[in-house]
């Protein structure tokens, strides 16, 4: 499933807070979004049509929680970015990513021991 960007600011926030009512997750993603009350109830309810968001109305106010896993989340975003950016060249992806932003020593040498210690 592809999340849009505004979609990963809601989930962002409810995996932050683990799950909120409506006026918390508002003010919440207030200074980020500028979104008023309404704009996140509407993003809220096409979530929860989608499956993104569940809402549990048997407490007051209601409590919005992500309906799915960020680890779960990050991992189809990080497949379908790789496939379709990288051709699923895990190489070229982090050559470009090192070649762009340089990492500090020790970055480089915890990066070195995690290739060292991976059975290829």
């Known amino acids: 499933m592809k999340l849009s960007e505004r979609e990963w600011l809601v989930l962002g926030a409810l995996w932050d807070t683990g799950g909120a009512a409506l006026g918390e997750l508002t003010a919440a993603l207030r200074e980020q979004t500028g979104w008023s009350r309404?704009?996140?109830q509407t993003y809220l309810t096409r979530m929860e049509?989608?499956?993104l968001v569940s809402i549990d109305k048997s407490v007051y106010p209601s409590r919005?929680?992500?309906a799915l896993e960020q680890d779960v989340c990050r991992t189809q975003a990080r497949d379908s970015f790789l496939r379709n950016v990288y051709r699923g060249s895990a190489k070229d992806l982090v050559t470009a990513f090192l070649k762009e932003k340089p990492i500090t020593a020790q970055e480089r040498d915890e990066l070195r021991q995690l290739l060292d210690d991976m059975e290829v």
């Open 38 to 40: 309404n704009t996140v």
């Open 64 to 66: 919005y929680r992500a």
């Open 49 to 51: 049509a989608k499956g």
